[in-house]
T-cell receptor, first 109, second 115 residues
């Protein structure tokens, strides 16, 4: 079966750095997405990786290793507004998005 | 209005009621989706429409009935629901339903409670 694993919850301190990991086992791979979802709000797109390596976008970076079935989202200079759930999703060989359950990130002052 | 909108934002209904959820996208996209989001579970894809034609139905119970009258509007008709159907129902749209890069834009969701 297809599976996306990510930690259920993480806690970090304001101003620090946090890495949210995502591992996947899917039938084929056509890219990996990270979305941010604040409580009670819509998920919003953060990043898309299809090739191995690191993609940097401001305070957020996303890394992909296709051979390891692994990605991480790196958040730097954490702010209180970064408290949210972070969803990892993989586009499989049928171009269907397979979603992880999300990682709830709690930022403490 | 911009992006993807959903109404109502909150809905409480009894098991014998009939209600409908509405989604509208103002992005000129060709594909629209219904997802179910339950606490601590992955998003579950329910239905996919591309150019108003249903292209995917992930074995959803018949008590959920989608309708896509045009590429901008999507409905989810609900009848004789069960308490376990209580969840956040998210609508999304994308330029197309297939392809290697297909960012989905989500609405804020309808929080449904079935009593």
């Amino acid at each position: 079966g297809q599976n996306i694993d990510q930690p259920t919850e993480m806690t970090a301190t304001e101003g620090a750095i946090v890495q949210i990991n995502c591992t996947y086992q899917t039938s084929g791979f056509n890219g990996l997405f990270w979305y941010q979802q604040h409580a009670g709000e819509a998920p919003t797109f953060l990043s898309y990786n299809v090739l191995d390596g690191l993609e940097e976008k401001g305070r957020f970076s996303s890394f992909l290793s296709r051979s390891k079935g692994y990605s991480y989202l790196l958040l730097k200079e954490l702010q209180m507004k970064d408290s949210a759930s972070y969803l990892c999703a993989v586009l499989d060989s049928n171009y269907q998005l397979i979603w992880g359950a999300g990682t709830k990130l709690i930022i403490k002052p | 209005e911009t992006g993807v909108t959903q109404t109502p934002r909150h809905l409480v209904m009894g098991m014998t009621n009939k209600k409908s959820l509405k989604c509208e996208q103002h992005l000129g996209h060709n594909a629209m989706y219904w997802y179910k989001q339950s606490a601590k579970k992955p998003l579950e894809l329910m239905f996919v429409y591309s150019l108003e034609e249903r292209v995917e139905n992930n074995s959803v119970p018949s008590r959920f009935s989608p309708e896509c009258p045009n590429s901008s509007h999507l409905f989810l008709h609900l009848h004789t629901l069960q308490p376990e159907d209580s969840a956040l129902y998210l609508c999304a749209s994308s330029q197309d339903s297939g392809g290697s890069y297909n960012e989905q834009f989500f609405g804020p969701g309808t929080r449904l409670t079935v009593l």
